[in-house]
Structures are given as C-alpha cells and as structure tokens.
C-alpha cells in the first residue's frame, strides 16, 4: 500500500507557493535557485565567479541533502513513537554510486532543478559528473545491498544499513598496455556532503586477550572477556530517501578510530610513537575494502573488520531497543537482521555474548533472541567462495567467541545425534568445525544454525543449496530454507541511467506509476508490434549508443559506429565461471571467418567489455589482457574493422555501469550452469532493452520464463546435464581435438598474432581450457557460437528485433528489487511498512 503521491505530477510548479516556502525545504524553483546560492556562500565559502566545478557540485548536494534530512527526522520520529518493527540489513559492502541524480529523482524534483540550475546558468550535466562514487564493495552483492536500501524506503519499511565506512573503496582500475593496473580510491579527500557524522555515537570494540570464568552471588557462571586490544567505532550516517514517500531510511557505517587520542599511560613513560602507533592500528581497520576473489592469506585483517561491524552494529540496536521499548527480552521482536552472506555471521555468537555477559542473561533465553532475530542470505556456491577462519586465529583475536561457538556446536551437535542416532559421518559434515585438515569454523554454518530463515537469490541457486552445500540442514528442517530472487531499483537502473526510455515508457504506463510498480511496464506489451513505437524505441536506443561512443572515444579512443553496430555487452567482475573467455572465442571466429571471406555479409557488432579483476587473480587479469590484445589486432585490421571492434571500458563501476545498461542491444549472461547464484546486471540490461543471450543459470532462468523463451537466446548445458558430465568425468581435450574451428580459435591465441609474436603469454590461458577447463567454455562453445549466428539474423529483422526488445521491458516487473523487498518483509521478516507521507 502506497499512501503517497506521484512525485513528478505533484512536483512544485512555478506558481509561488501560498505561504512563504523556507529556503532548506522549499520545493519552488525560486527556493532551490536561493538554496543552492546560500549553500554556494555560505557552506563552500564562495562567490560564484570564483567557484571550481567541486564547489558547485557540493553547493547542489547540500541543497538537495537539506530537502532530505526534513523529512528524515520525521521518519525517525514516527518509527521511534509507533515502535514500528525495524529490519536491521548487515552487510560488509555497499556499492553506492553516486547520490545526486538518485536523490533528485526519489525527491520529485530532478526538471525543476534542472530548470532552476539553467537559470543560474549551471552546467547541470558536469555537476552530475563531478560526483565519485563511494564503491564500497566488490560487485553484485553490495550493489543489491544498494538496491535493497532504495526500495526498503520506497516500500516504506523501516530499515537501518550497517555496514563499514571504508576509507578506500573498490580499487580504479586503470589499463595500461593492456593489463590492469590498480588505483587506490580515494573517494573522501574531497569530502563527502552525504554523510553526517555522529561522534557521540560510537562503541567499543574488542580483540585479542583472554577470558575468566566465575559464578556470580546467584550462583550463576559468568565469564569476564580481558582483551588487549579495544577500538572505538564511531558512526556515519546517510540518509536514504524512498521514491515518492516521505520514509528516509538510514544507512550508518562505522569507522574505527582509537579510543582517545593518545595512550596517557604509555605517553607518560616516554614512548610516544608507540602511543601514535596504537592510534594507527586501530584506523586501519576500516581503511580498505578487500577484494574478493583474493587467495586467503593474510586475511586477520578482514576478521578484524567483520567484527568490527557486527559488534557496533548490535550494540547499537540493543541500545535503541534499551531507549525505546526495552526489555531485552522482546530484543527479537522489535528487530530482525539480516545477514548479507556470511561476512556478517559472527553477529550470532556476538549478540549471545553480549545478552549473557554484559546483560546477565541465561544461555537458553539469549539462544531464543538470537535465533529469533537473525536470517542469513547465500550468495555463491562456489566452494572457494565459502568463508572459513582457522580456529587458531579466532583463538587469539576473539577467544570469547570461540567458546560461544563451541557450545553452540556441542548443543547443535547433539540434537544431530539424537535425530541420526549413530550417523557420525553426518555430525562431522554438519559441525561447526571443520576437522579436515587445519581446524576451522565453518561460517555458513554457524549463519544457518544461529537464523530462523536461510534464503538463495534466485530459484535455481535456492534449490542448487537444498541439494548441496546446506543438504543435511535442508533435510533436518526444511521450512526454514526460501528463495527469493534478486531484484535491481528502476530508480537508479531506468530512470536516472535511460532519462528517454523512462520519458518513453511514461507515455504508456501511466505518469510515473510504473516506477514505483514496475508490473505496470507490461502496458507496453500490447505496442509491442506497433511501428511507430518500434521506431521511436529505436530511436532511443541509438541515442544512448551514441551516447557511450562518444565516451569511449574520449576515454580510450576506440571509435564505435552506434548506427550500424550491433553493442554486444559483457560487463561484471572478471571471473572464469562468468566466461569472458567464451566471449572472446566467438570474437576471434568472427574475425578468422571475416579474414577467410572479406565479403561475408554479417551484422556488424561492436563487442563491448567492462570489469575488474581482483588484484590477486592471474587468470582473470590475464583475460583483461586477452582482450585487449585481441581489441589491439581487430580494431588495427582495416580488412575488418569496417565489421567488428572491440573495446574494454576502464574501471567499470556504478557510475560506468549506468553508461553501458542502456546502449546495449545484446546482454552477454554466459556463466556456466549452476555457478552464477543470480546476477543482476542481466537485470538491468535486460530493463534497457537489450535481449540476453544466456545460459539457464542464475536469475536468467527467470528473465527467460518472464519474458518468454521466444524473446530470450538461450544456449549451453544446464545445471544437470553439467553435473553429470562432471560426474561422468569431463575431457576438454576431446572437444579440442573434435572441433576445427575451436582448435583453430585457441591455436590463435597462442600463435602469438595478439602478443607480437610472443606465443608464452597466453598459453596458461589455453593450457588451462585445455586441459581442464573448470568452466566448460569448451563444451558450451558450440552451442554458443551456433546461438550468436541466430542472433545476428533476427539482429538483420529491425521490426523482429525490436518487438523483442519491447517485450523484454513490458515484462521486467518482477525484477524490481521492490518485489524482492516485498518477498523479504511478507514471507522471511514479518515487517509492515509504516508509510511517512511528504
Ligand atoms: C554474488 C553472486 C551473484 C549475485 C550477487 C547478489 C557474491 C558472493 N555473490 O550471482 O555471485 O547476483 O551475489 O546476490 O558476491
């Protein structure tokens, strides 16, 4: 139920407002214009002639950020009188992007603004541009954190984001000679006008030392944490405002800072640097996100983090629980949390720790909170994805949690037992602990046995867990696993990104209505055949391909031709599984059948690349380089460059990303069967029009039942025929020797054509197809390259194609990630919203 207004209908007109409008809130043109020249003055300190770019950009954040934080004292207000039912989202990344244009959208008043920065004669695009993005995560999983939060507010259910205020992000990618070269981001120096930081709010955080057991008067046991190490977690808070609603949410992230400033006592002896470096020890531990997909060592520093986190988290929501409504006891009623993947599961033992040491409460009354409060999402099956700590370094960082651990496994454990009697093999597999080997706490396991709820993100990847990795507990009690399947906000995916197909949509589904109801896109469905829509939706596509043509001119210089090229894109992390490889593949048989036959009459298609690897993953970065080399070879070939080009984008991020979602014709969802736990960008490809070509992997599978098969090119094994090849024993070898053109295709990369001659540098890449292709690029090559020639015939069919196209829109709906926040509040939380109007 939405008690709101339609934003942009009701947007302020410029009619002066019947009672005088106050400058930090007026929704007027004249008030904005005022706003932003009082924010110019007297926040940046400047006039406007000696304004730089950054001055203007901050002078329009502040003004936009005063309309918020009005309606975001009401929220507060509201939720903290009413005890509204609150979820609390832990999650160690958010993959922001930028704030500005998102926040004009959610407010209702990007024209007026616009408007009003015309008259001031701003150059509203370039203040747009000047904002960097707070990348504070990897890829999909803290973009969907992103998402969660917008249509948290959207749907109006009270929310809190915790998570770290990292001081560099998500390394900038640069390129050079082809490689990726990282760049440390330094998103803060220039100050963020987002974020209020609130000093007072800050917690202590533990580590290292040891514990003491005693029995208190009651004779109850007790136990005392002595640590050697505290930290100070201070809190900065974001304000998330909702689409059309009056409901800000907030987003508080912790930074770590030393308890005071100088150790006294150490100070006092004499050893002042040794007081100083006491200081630095405790800031780093927010101060760079990890890459994931980075081999484990050296990882302290990453628990360090999570617990970081989780502890300020939780000691602030037993803290507003103690404000508001209190007794401990109804902890979990007033709150759930919900665990982003694994990295926040030590939350389990940390909230049992603080209810029975700090708050003198018995085991079995803390276990009742805990498992009642908790719920925890998967995001991979990938076995080297599963988050497992060395007892050994728990022992010595958090020695309290340990030992909480322990007795939840010992009570787990025997419940096992008393339901298998004498199935010991079962015990060990479902152990907190995993015995193999050097000794380590399994994390997933102790999310799942410390949650009410276990949830995967898409329907194959939540069934693909019941089957594998969380098969015993599936069996042991099954109402507790769901699936609910990612979703991406139209807010910042169509609307901010694709401003003409939003104004095209808008004049058939109805004056904003489908953004915050994405089902209503399928009014399109009905135009799908009319030519005059089909030419205008052309229209619009050609001119965000010219959009990003232009950009990737003048960032990297490959010149694209929008009109007659199809835009093939991949963009995401750069992984095996994700098959960027298979991509290139097809790429280097376009161009051997385009050197065999100069005249092949073909669709002529730019392939387009974006995505970082992570620093330590050589396979992934040699593939960057495969690319671009490759990219180097085509683009210099005049024999074939009229037809295909190749170009990388540097440093794809938010920001990048919502340069490429709407230029796509072709959207590249290639990853083996059973690997991808959703994927999201097929989503938002998919909302801007482009048709996937994809595996029955992930979120595809449902993209594929939405939109109908006939408007989805599917190709490749599934899940189980995967399983049992593996199963079977797979030879990568036969296929090599079985098929010339593939044989040819790889013999080519190694031939030396793309290295100058050099035939070493990309031959562990083939060895690796070769001989054991962990992916199968081998076996789904075939099928692919068979699909890809389909595509470029109905490509040949404008009127064909782009019905298609009409359709993949007219049926996203479900992929809203407000239906995903729907799913989450009705069938896992048990949270209302509390509508906040404006
Ligand atoms: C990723 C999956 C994606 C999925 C996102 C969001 C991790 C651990 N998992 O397929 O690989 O879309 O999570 O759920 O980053």
């Given at each position: 139920?939405?008690t709101?207004?339609?934003?942009?209908?009701?947007?302020p007109?410029e009619?002066?407002?019947?009672?005088p409008?106050h400058t930090?809130?007026?929704?007027?043109?004249a008030?904005?214009?005022?706003a932003y020249?009082?924010?110019?003055?007297?926040?940046?300190?400047?006039?406007?002639?000696?304004a730089?770019?950054?001055?203007?950009?901050?002078?329009?954040?502040?003004?936009v950020?005063?309309?918020?934080?009005?309606?975001?004292?009401?929220?507060a207000?509201?939720?903290k009188?009413?005890?509204?039912?609150?979820?609390c989202?832990?999650?160690?990344?958010?993959?922001l992007?930028?704030?500005?244009?998102?926040?004009?959208?959610?407010?209702?008043?990007?024209?007026v603004?616009r408007r009003?920065?015309?008259?001031?004669?701003?150059?509203?695009?370039?203040?747009?541009?000047?904002?960097?993005?707070?990348?504070?995560?990897n890829?999909?999983?803290?973009?969907?954190?992103?998402?969660?939060?917008?249509?948290?507010?959207?749907?109006?259910?009270?929310?809190?984001?915790?998570?770290?205020r990292?001081?560099f992000?998500?390394?900038?990618q640069?390129?050079?000679?082809?490689?990726?070269?990282?760049?440390?981001?330094?998103?803060?120096?220039?100050?963020?006008?987002?974020?209020?930081?609130?000093?007072?709010?800050s917690?202590?955080?533990?580590?290292?030392?040891h514990t003491?057991?005693?029995?208190?008067?009651?004779?109850?046991?007790?136990?005392?944490?002595?640590?050697?190490?505290?930290?100070?977690?201070?809190?900065?808070?974001?304000?998330?405002?909702?689409?059309?609603?009056?409901?800000?949410n907030?987003?508080?992230?912790?930074?770590?800072?030393?308890?005071?400033?100088?150790?006294?006592?150490?100070?006092?002896?004499?050893?002042?640097y040794?007081?100083?470096?006491?200081?630095?020890?405790?800031?780093?531990?927010s101060?760079?996100?990890?890459?994931?997909?980075?081999?484990?060592?050296?990882?302290?520093?990453r628990?360090?983090?999570?617990?970081?986190?989780?502890?300020?988290?939780?000691?602030?929501?037993?803290?507003?629980?103690l404000?508001?409504?209190?007794?401990?006891?109804t902890?979990?009623?007033k709150?759930?949390?919900q665990?982003?993947?694994?990295?926040?599961?030590?939350?389990?033992?940390?909230?049992?720790?603080?209810?029975?040491?700090?708050?003198?409460?018995?085991?079995?009354?803390?276990w009742d909170i805990?498992r009642?409060?908790?719920?925890?999402?998967?995001?991979?099956?990938?076995?080297?994805?599963?988050?497992?700590?060395?007892?050994a370094?728990?022992?010595?960082?958090l020695?309290?949690?340990?030992?909480?651990i322990?007795?939840?496994?010992?009570?787990?454990?025997?419940?096992?037992?008393v339901?298998?009697?004498?199935?010991?093999?079962?015990?060990?597999?479902?152990?907190l602990?995993?015995?193999?080997?050097?000794?380590?706490i399994?994390?997933?396991h102790l999310?799942?046995?410390?949650?009410?709820?276990?949830?995967g993100v898409a329907a194959l990847?939540?069934?693909?867990?019941?089957?594998?990795?969380?098969?015993?507990?599936?069996?042991?009690s099954?109402?507790?696993?769901?699936?609910?399947?990612?979703?991406?906000t139209?807010?910042?995916?169509?609307?901010?990104?694709n401003?003409?197909?939003?104004?095209?949509?808008?004049e058939f589904?109805?004056?904003?209505?489908w953004?915050?109801?994405?089902d209503?896109?399928?009014?399109?469905e009905?135009?799908?055949?009319?030519?005059?829509?089909?030419?205008?939706?052309?229209?619009?596509?050609?001119?965000a391909?010219?959009?990003?043509?232009?950009?990737?001119?003048?960032?990297?210089?490959?010149?694209?031709?929008?009109?007659?090229?199809?835009?093939?894109?991949?963009?995401?992390r750069?992984?095996?599984?994700?098959?960027?490889?298979?991509?290139?593949?097809?790429?280097i048989?376009v161009?051997?059948?385009?050197?065999?036959?100069?005249?092949?009459?073909?669709?002529?298609r730019?392939?387009?690349?974006?995505g970082?690897?992570?620093?330590?993953?050589?396979?992934?970065k040699?593939?960057?380089?495969?690319?671009?080399?490759?990219?180097e070879?085509?683009?210099?070939?005049p024999?074939?460059?009229g037809?295909?080009?190749?170009?990388?984008?540097?440093?794809?991020?938010?920001?990048?990303?919502?340069?490429?979602?709407?230029?796509?014709?072709?959207?590249?969802?290639?990853?083996?069967?059973g690997?991808?736990?959703?994927g999201?960008?097929?989503?938002?490809?998919s909302?801007?029009?482009?048709?996937?070509?994809?595996?029955?992997?992930?979120?595809n599978?449902e993209?594929?039942?939405?939109?109908?098969?006939?408007?989805?090119?599917?190709?490749g094994?599934?899940?189980?025929?995967?399983?049992?090849?593996?199963?079977e024993?797979?030879?990568?070898?036969?296929?090599?020797?079985?098929d010339?053109?593939?044989?040819?295709?790889?013999?080519?990369?190694?031939?030396g054509?793309?290295?100058?001659?050099?035939?070493?540098?990309?031959?562990?890449?083939?060895d690796?197809l070769?001989?054991?292709?962990?992916f199968?690029?081998?076996?789904d090559?075939?099928?692919?390259?068979?699909?890809?020639?389909?595509i470029?015939?109905?490509?040949?069919?404008?009127?064909?194609w782009?019905?298609?196209s009409?359709?993949?829109?007219a049926?996203?709906?479900?992929?809203?990630?407000?239906?995903?926040?729907r799913?989450?509040?009705e069938?896992?939380?048990g949270?209302?919203?509390k509508?906040?109007?404006?």
């Open positions: 139920m939405n709101a207004v339609a934003p942009e209908t009701e947007a007109t009619v002066p407002a019947a009672t409008e930090r809130t007026g929704m007027s043109k008030s904005l214009k005022q020249i009082d924010n110019l003055f007297y926040i940046q300190g400047r006039f406007r002639e000696v730089t770019p950054h001055d203007l950009y901050m002078a329009a954040a502040f003004t950020r005063d309309r918020m934080l009005d309606r975001w004292v009401k929220s207000q509201v939720y009188t009413s005890h509204a039912r609150t979820v989202y832990l999650s160690a990344e958010y993959l992007g930028p704030h500005l244009a998102n926040n004009l959208v959610n407010l209702g008043i990007s024209e603004a009003a920065g015309e008259e001031l004669d701003l150059d509203f695009e370039a203040i747009l541009e000047e904002e960097e993005e707070p990348g504070l995560g890829g999909g999983l803290g973009r969907l954190a992103a998402c969660y939060m917008d249509s948290l507010a959207t749907v109006q259910i009270p929310a809190i984001g915790y998570g770290i990292y001081e992000g998500i390394f900038d640069d390129i050079q000679n082809g490689w990726q070269v990282e760049r440390s981001d330094t998103w803060l120096r220039n100050g963020n006008p987002w974020e209020i930081p609130r000093p007072k709010i917690f202590p955080v533990r580590y290292g030392g003491e057991h005693s029995r208190d008067q009651a004779g109850r046991s007790r136990v005392r944490w002595v640590a050697d190490m505290v930290v100070s977690g201070v809190a900065f808070d974001t304000p998330v405002l909702g689409y059309g609603v009056g409901n800000v907030l987003l508080r992230l912790w930074k770590a800072e030393a308890p005071e400033s100088f150790d006294f006592q150490v100070f006092n002896v004499g050893d002042y040794g007081a100083v470096h006491a200081k630095i020890e405790a800031e780093t531990i101060k760079v996100l990890y890459p994931n997909d980075e081999p484990e060592a050296g990882k302290e520093l628990l360090k983090q999570q617990y970081f986190f989780v502890s300020c988290s939780i000691q602030d929501m037993i803290r507003l629980h404000n508001t409504v209190g007794p401990l006891e902890f979990h009623e709150f759930v949390a665990l982003n993947d694994t990295h926040p599961a030590i939350a389990v033992a940390e909230l049992m720790r603080l209810l029975m040491d700090d708050h003198a409460m018995p085991w079995d009354a803390a805990t009642n409060t908790f719920c925890y999402t998967n995001h991979t099956l990938l076995p080297e994805a599963l988050e497992t700590w060395s007892v370094l728990f022992e010595r960082l020695p309290r949690h340990l030992e909480i322990y007795e939840i496994n010992r009570r787990f454990l025997d419940t096992v037992r339901r298998y009697l004498g199935d010991e093999a079962r015990v060990a597999r479902m152990s602990i995993d015995e193999t080997g050097g000794r380590r399994r994390m997933a999310a799942v046995v410390g949650s009410r709820a276990v949830n990847h939540s069934e693909l867990i019941k089957t594998t990795i969380l098969k015993d507990f599936y069996e042991m099954p109402e507790r696993f769901h699936n609910v399947t990612n979703g991406v139209p807010r910042r995916f169509i609307v901010v990104s401003p003409r197909l939003a104004e095209l949509i808008t589904c109805g004056h904003d209505r953004i915050r109801d994405l209503c896109l399928r009014d399109l009905e135009h799908a055949e009319d030519p005059a829509l089909q030419a205008r939706w052309r229209e619009v596509k050609t001119a391909k010219q959009d990003l043509a232009l950009w990737l001119s003048q960032h990297g210089g490959v010149v694209l031709d929008p009109q007659t090229m199809m835009f093939d894109i991949q963009a995401k750069m992984h095996e599984y994700k098959r960027q490889h298979l991509n290139v593949l097809h790429i048989r161009y051997q059948r385009l050197k065999q036959n100069p005249n092949l009459g073909m669709v002529p730019a392939f387009i690349f974006g970082k690897a992570a620093p330590g993953y050589y396979m992934a040699l593939m960057i380089k495969l690319i671009n080399s490759v990219a070879v085509i683009n210099n070939d024999q074939v460059n037809f295909i080009r190749v170009a990388f984008m540097a440093d794809f991020n938010v920001k990048n990303g919502q340069r490429l979602y709407p230029a796509a014709d072709l959207s590249e969802q290639i990853s083996l069967a690997k991808e736990a959703s999201t960008g097929n989503m938002k490809f909302m801007n029009g482009a048709l996937t070509v994809g595996t029955l992997d992930g979120a599978i993209i594929r039942d939405e939109v109908g098969a006939e408007n989805f090119f599917l190709f094994m599934t899940a189980e025929e995967v399983r049992r090849k593996q199963a024993g797979y030879r990568p070898w036969d296929y090599y020797h079985g010339d053109e593939l044989r040819s295709d790889i013999d080519l990369v190694t031939s054509l793309f290295s100058h001659g050099d035939t070493n540098l990309f031959r562990p890449l083939a690796h070769i001989n054991q292709d962990p199968m690029v081998l076996a090559y075939r099928a692919y390259l068979n699909c890809q020639d389909r470029s015939e109905v490509y040949d069919r404008p009127a064909e782009d019905r298609m009409i359709l993949n829109v049926r996203m709906g479900k992929f809203s990630s407000d239906r995903s926040i799913d989450y509040a069938r896992i939380w949270i209302e919203p509508p906040i109007g404006i």
